[in-house]
């Protein structure tokens, strides 16, 4: 089964820190996606990447930026952590385009920004 | 925004009940998938339906898509406890980026 890693559960970080959150996944997918998930919002895209150093612009970028250095690894930064970065992040593959492929999940992030 | 809705928001029914829930959304699509998220934990896909496609199962699954009303469905059979999850639509959108927009979520309780 194909696994995406998220390098944490839960974190608790102060506001103006520099947050890393890690992703990994197993199977060689071409693509990742970074998604926040707040209550009444639902999911949300961050950014996504379709090749090693490649990213795109999401929906809601600001704040936010990515490195995808090698093909298993796409990082989600937050340069300087406020509170409403308080969520539940979500980190995604897919083999191909969504045009003819599902999304494989991580299990999330809970991020508390104080 | 391209942004699907689900309805209802929340759904409580008696195990053993059929589980409908709904999905709407505003421009053409390429495709519709369906997820569950289990409290807390990340999604996990349960289905894909292509834009020529009107119909699809999956086990107890039912899934639906009527372009035309810009609309899907999904329905669980013979629901169990195990099923209490959020459930969530997703589409890929024919212009723009490849990229899935997802709704709200339906938060369905099966009660024993």
């Known amino acids: 089964d194909v696994k995406v890693t998220q390098s944490s559960r839960y974190l608790v970080k102060r506001t103006g820190e520099k947050v890393f959150l890690e992703c990994v996944q197993d199977m060689d997918h071409e693509n990742m996606f970074w998604y926040r998930q707040d209550p009444g919002l639902g999911l949300r895209l961050i950014y996504f990447s379709y090749d090693v150093k490649m990213k795109e612009k999401g929906d809601i970028p600001e704040g936010y930026s990515v490195s995808r250095e090698k093909k298993e690894r796409f990082s989600l930064i937050l340069e300087s952590a406020s509170t409403n970065q308080t969520s539940m992040y979500l980190c995604a593959s897919s083999v191909q385009g969504v045009r003819t492929e599902k999304l494989f999940f991580g299990s999330g992030t809970q991020l508390s920004v104080l | 925004s391209q942004q699907g809705e689900e309805d209802p928001q929340a759904l409580s029914i008696q195990e053993g009940e059929n589980a409908t829930m709904n999905c709407s959304y505003k421009?053409?699509?390429?495709?519709l998938q369906w997820y569950r998220q289990n409290s807390g934990r990340g999604l996990v896909h349960l289905i894909l339906i292509r834009s020529n496609e009107r119909e699809k199962h999956s086990g107890r699954l039912r899934v639906t898509l009527d372009t035309s009303k810009k609309s899907s469905s999904l329905l669980i059979t013979a629901s169990r406890a195990a099923d209490t999850a959020s459930y969530f639509c997703?589409?890929?959108?024919?212009?723009?980026?490849?990229?899935?927009?997802f709704g709200q979520g339906t938060r369905l309780t099966i009660n024993p």
């Open positions: 997703a589409t890929v959108h024919l212009q723009g980026a490849q990229k899935l927009v």
């Open positions: 421009t053409s699509i390429n495709n």
